[in-house]
């Protein structure tokens, strides 16, 4: 990964994806903490922890990353103030220019498109605050998952072991 001075973006928090009166995606805040919460717990339930393991799924990381203050971006997909998707974009904090992208759905609401929603959000705040590129890893055995990062545009680039890594580059035409 290359490395680069730490973006800022001060209206993260006004950004949302445009949605039919549906879910919308807006920067995690601490209004969130409780939500998120119960949001970890259903992704633990589902065993969602399988593909989903950027930290710990708890009430604790839960007030944590709500009420994180950074370089990194978090944000939620809510649904009539609940959240059903989580997402971020990380390496920020440590000064990479390329940061990583990680997203997670509640079981309950997969295969409506709410992913591609989250992945949009996420990919329009990237480009904003200054990224070429994104990348993300997924677990080769979540077919849906890399279904769907392929149709965004993502190339993976062989790996050794479970996991492969895809990079969107925002500097090339579709």
């Known amino acids: ?17 445009p949605t039919k ?5 807006v920067a995690l805040g601490p209004e969130h903490a409780p939500s998120l919460a119960r949001f970890f717990a259903r992704l633990q339930q589902s065993n969602s922890e399988e593909f989903f393991h950027p930290h710990p799924l708890t009430t604790e990381e839960s007030i944590a990353r709500s009420y994180y203050k950074g370089s990194d971006f978090y944000c939620v997909l809510l649904e009539n103030s609940e959240v059903i998707g ?5 390496g920020w904090d440590e000064g990479y220019a390329i940061p990583s ?3 997670a759905l509640d079981h309950s609401v997969r295969g409506r498109g709410y992913g591609r929603v989250l992945m949009n959000f996420l990919h ?3 480009r904003k ?3 070429a590129k994104v990348r993300l890893k997924v677990d ?4 849906p998952a890399i279904e769907l990062y392929r149709s965004l545009g993502y190339v993976f680039e062989p790996q050794s072991g479970q996991d492969l890594v895809g990079f969107l580059d925002f500097t090339q035409k579709p």
């Open 1 to 17: 990964m290359c490395r680069a001075s730490r973006p800022t973006l001060e209206d993260d928090a006004q950004v949302t994806a």
């Open 21 to 25: 009166a549906g879910p919308a995606c």
């Open 86 to 90: 989580y997402g971020m974009l990380r």
């Open 101 to 103: 992208l990680g997203i």
């Open 124 to 126: 329009e705040t990237a």
């Open 129 to 131: 605050r200054g990224a």
């Open 140 to 143: 080769s055995r979540n077919h």
